[in-house]
């Protein structure tokens, strides 16, 4: 098993700036990929960016020149520097781990106001 813990979110305002962590612990050596969704009210949860083992990135066209998906292996985090936030970027933010299967984390809230 892995557990996922989200740290970082909150409230800013149009233009700002957030990064956000997940620090996964149990069984990281099998994490193969891990990555970043987002699930705003009344919307289903989208893919925003995700990393592999290896570096190799994948993003939202919505999001690719604001954020940046990073991975620390030596730590078993996750980052994600989200900057130039918008509106629409309000959501709960969850990370994942991918082993085969999907663990998720609890979900932090980000909430951008114009």
């Known amino acids: 098993q892995v557990q996922l813990v989200e740290s970082g979110g909150g409230s800013v305002q149009a233009g700002g700036s957030l990064r956000l962590s997940c620090a996964a612990s149990?069984?990281?050596?099998?994490?193969?990929?891990m990555g970043w969704y987002r699930q705003a009210p009344g919307k289903e949860r989208e893919m925003v960016a995700r990393i592999n083992r290896a570096g190799t990135t994948d993003y939202a066209d919505s999001v690719k020149g604001r954020f940046t998906i990073s991975r620390d292996n030596a730590k078993n985090v996750v980052y994600l520097q989200m900057n130039s936030l918008k509106p629409e970027d309000t959501a709960v933010y969850s990370c994942?781990?991918?082993?085969?299967?999907?663990?998720w984390g609890q979900g932090t809230q980000v909430t951008v106001s114009s």
């Open positions: 994942d781990a991918e082993l085969g299967i999907f663990y």
């Open positions: 149990g069984r990281t050596f099998s994490i193969n990929a």
